[in-house]
């Protein structure tokens, strides 16, 4: 079947400007994650929902960042006032599992880039 | 926390085997993951190995998992010019679904 998709691929703002970066998870899987990965590093963690529910958002930078899985399917990560810091490419993935010990299958992931 | 860690770069000749290693912290770690990343495309699941296992072999890719030394291989048999990415160990933090990526181990394929 389809595997996790992300939109747009790329995004290229100005500072200050706001965006929002989709992603569609694989369909059937209860928990959703988003990571942050720097040019030359791994994946970092961000945020993590199960069905509607944000679990943990420990990894969220700063109160710019917000993410919303309102029906428990697609989830929309915002980030508000944007800043150059915030350039990177941000991954999404999902998981079978309720309890998140389940593999995480990742999506092709968003290129930011903040001008 | 996890901590994970894994060498830079790796260079082998085509036909070669590779080995790419890591090592991490955390002893809890219920499974460990390798995932693959080629240019333009996602992180890719490769395989990966419960705790309670000392090695796991799928086609081409064989895992060793050492957990007294806490230390994690990917052995690549013959390797291939597609085999050419970047390799990312990574292992859940505390047993949970928060994923501690290493840094990454770029490869390259000679022909």
């Known amino acids: 079947g389809a595997g996790v998709s992300q939109s747009p691929r790329y995004k290229v703002t100005k500072r200050g400007q706001d965006v929002a970066l989709r992603c569609d998870p694989i369909?059937?899987?209860?928990?959703l994650y988003w990571y942050r990965q720097a040019l030359g590093q791994g994946p970092e963690f961000l945020t993590y929902?199960?069905?509607?529910?944000?679990?943990?958002k420990s990894g969220l930078p700063n109160d710019r960042f917000s993410a919303e899985r309102p029906e428990g399917s697609i989830s929309t990560l915002t980030i508000q006032r944007t800043e150059q810091r915030d350039s990177a490419m941000y991954r999404c993935?999902?998981?079978?599992?309720?309890?998140?010990?389940?593999?995480?299958?990742f999506g092709p992931g968003t290129r930011l880039l903040v001008l | 926390g996890e901590d994970v860690e894994q060498s830079l770069f790796l260079s082998v000749r085509e036909g070669d085997s590779s080995v790419i290693n890591c090592t991490y912290t955390?002893?809890?770690?219920?499974?460990l993951y390798w995932y693959k990343q080629e240019p333009g495309a996602g992180l890719q699941l490769l395989t990966y190995?419960?705790?309670?296992?000392d090695m796991k072999q799928d086609q081409r890719l064989t895992v060793l998992l050492n957990k007294k030394d806490k230390h994690l291989s990917l052995r690549i048999a013959d390797t291939q010019t597609g085999d050419s990415a970047i390799y990312f160990c990574?292992?859940?933090?505390?047993?949970?679904?928060?994923?501690?990526f290493g840094s990454g181990t770029r490869l390259l394929v000679r022909p």
């Open positions: 990574a292992g859940p933090e505390d047993s949970s679904y928060k994923l501690i």
């Open positions: 993935a999902s998981s079978y599992a309720l309890l998140g010990l389940e593999t995480q299958y």
């Open positions: 955390d002893s809890s770690s219920t499974y």
């Open positions: 929902f199960n069905y509607e529910a944000q679990q943990d």
């Open positions: 190995i419960f705790s309670n296992m």
């Open positions: 369909s059937g899987h209860v928990s």
